[in-house]
């Protein structure tokens, strides 16, 4: 069964910080994986897809990583803002498929 | 561009009220599902589309109705609400479906429903 597990599940930073959001996946074959930010009370906003060729791609302050061996891709937040407090949820698609899997999200806080 | 639009934000029903939540997107995309949101899960997909006339069942279809009679519309209808179904519902449209090797979901706002 297709799975995507997120960690941590929350996670409190202060302003200024930096952190590193993960993500696991079983999907398989695999295509694409992208990270989604959602602030409270609003829809996720793509902020960036990896590909299978790709292992790492920056969009300003957010990097992300993935390894396609281990199954695993991160999301770097540098010098976090408090406007980065928000569910970041990342969604895997198997190649071949028209479905998405979608994790639970972790949930940011950062405290001034 | 206004995007994906959804009415109402707010909606609370009683249990075996029905209702229709709304959802437009004024950009031309073809693709579009409804998916809900329930704490500590990731979004479920209930139904998608296509294209206009085309829809089809997701991971949670049971209790939802769809319809797609333009491409700019996608309405879901509970047919008799219950408190199972109370959740944040988002509706999302792409230029292609999920089979794209690089589509992107926009997602509307949302509707908060709650069922008494």
């Known amino acids: 069964k297709n799975q995507v597990e997120q960690s941590p599940q929350s996670l409190i930073i202060l302003e200024g910080k930096n952190c590193t959001l993960q993500?696991?996946?079983?999907?398989?074959?695999?295509?694409?994986l992208r990270w989604y930010k959602q602030d409270t009370g609003r829809g996720p906003v793509s902020l960036t897809i990896?590909?299978?060729?790709?292992n790492t791609k920056s969009n300003g302050r957010y990097t992300a990583t993935l390894d396609a061996d281990t199954k695993q891709s991160s999301l770097h937040i540098t010098a976090s803002q408090l406007s980065d407090s928000a569910s970041y949820i990342c969604?895997?698609?198997?190649?071949?498929?028209?479905?998405?899997?979608f994790g639970k999200g972790t949930m940011l806080l950062v405290s001034p | 561009n206004a995007g994906v639009t959804q009415t109402p934000k707010f909606q609370v029903l009683k249990t075996g009220q029905s209702m229709t939540l709304q959802c437009a997107q004024d950009m031309n995309h073809e693709y579009m599902s409804w998916y809900r949101q329930d704490p500590g899960m990731g979004l479920r997909l209930i139904h998608y589309?296509?294209?206009?006339?085309?829809?089809d069942q997701g991971e949670v279809p049971n209790g939802y109705n769809v319809s797609r009679s333009t491409t700019e519309d996608f309405p879901l209808r509970l047919l008799s609400a219950a408190p199972s179904q109370t959740s944040v519902y988002f509706c999302?449209?792409?230029?292609?479906?999920?089979?794209?090797?690089?589509?992107?979901?926009?997602f509307g706002p949302g509707t908060r429903l709650t069922v008494l």
């Open positions: 990896m590909t299978f060729s790709e």
């Open positions: 993500c696991n996946y079983t999907v398989s074959p695999f295509s694409n």
């Open positions: 999302a449209s792409s230029p292609f479906g999920p089979a794209s090797s690089y589509n992107e979901q926009f």
């Open positions: 589309s296509v294209g206009a006339g085309i829809t």
């Open positions: 969604v895997v698609r198997a190649s071949g498929y028209s479905t998405l899997t």
